[in-house]
T-cell receptor, first 111, second 110 residues
């Protein structure tokens, strides 16, 4: 398996624009997590899914953030409208209810 | 509230100088404690899972131990390639999510 695949690796966008981050989890994993990493706050859990169903979205900072998992092999995290304070590295991870395996992340810069 | 605290924030070692990283946790019913390594520009890479107090796991120069309140990552005779940020995470008994500490940035100099 190629591991967790995220795209794009880097995204630069202007404030107010919509941003969509994508994730393909490891085949057979039934948990998918979205994390955000910054120097100040470290790794923060935004939302996680079990069997494509959102279980806990309490970490989503505000209504501008939304996440979907239409099937077992794909998830998106959308920010609309984006703001400069959303600049961070966003990680997707998947697990089979034990250790989680992370993708390489998407570095988002909002200018 | 579930919480994870790692110390020190940063650690500089000479090659061959052994040391330990600490992860203190407060969680309601520990299901598992996880150690990860993160290199710059990459995602965290899984190292170990510990489930109960007294458990130990080893991999090359790394050994992880667990008590009821904390975990240690012991690094024996480190090499420059061990330089990375080491992250600790816990999974509580009533949830499936991992709560991460802020990490220890390790630098090993030749």
């Amino acid at each position: 398996d190629a591991g967790v695949i995220q795209s794009p690796r880097h995204e630069v966008t202007e404030m107010g624009q919509e941003v969509t981050l994508r994730c393909k989890p490891i085949s057979g994993h039934d948990y998918l997590f979205w994390y955000r990493q910054t120097m100040m706050r470290g790794l923060e859990l935004l939302i996680y899914f079990n069997n494509n169903v959102p279980i806990d979205d309490s970490g989503m900072p505000e209504d501008r953030f939304s996440a979907k998992m239409p099937n077992a092999s794909f998830s998106t995290l959308k920010i609309q409208p984006s703001e400069p304070r959303d600049s961070a590295v966003y990680f997707c991870a998947s697990s089979a209810n034990t250790e989680a395996f992370f993708g390489q992340g998407t570095r988002l810069t909002v200018v | 509230e579930d919480q994870v605290t790692q110390s020190p924030e940063a650690l500089r070692l000479q090659e061959g100088e052994s040391s330990s990283l600490n992860c203190s946790y407060t969680v309601s019913g520990l299901r598992g404690l996880f150690w990860y390594r993160q290199d710059p520009g990459k995602g965290p890479e899984f190292l170990f899972t510990l489930y109960s107090a007294g458990e130990e796991k080893e991999k090359e120069r790394l050994k992880a131990t667990l008590t009821k309140k904390e975990s240690f990552l012991h690094i024996t005779a480190p090499k420059p390639e061990d330089s990375a940020t080491y992250l600790c995470a816990v999974q509580a008994g009533n949830t499936d999510k991992l709560i991460f500490g802020t990490g220890t940035r390790l630098q090993v100099f030749p």
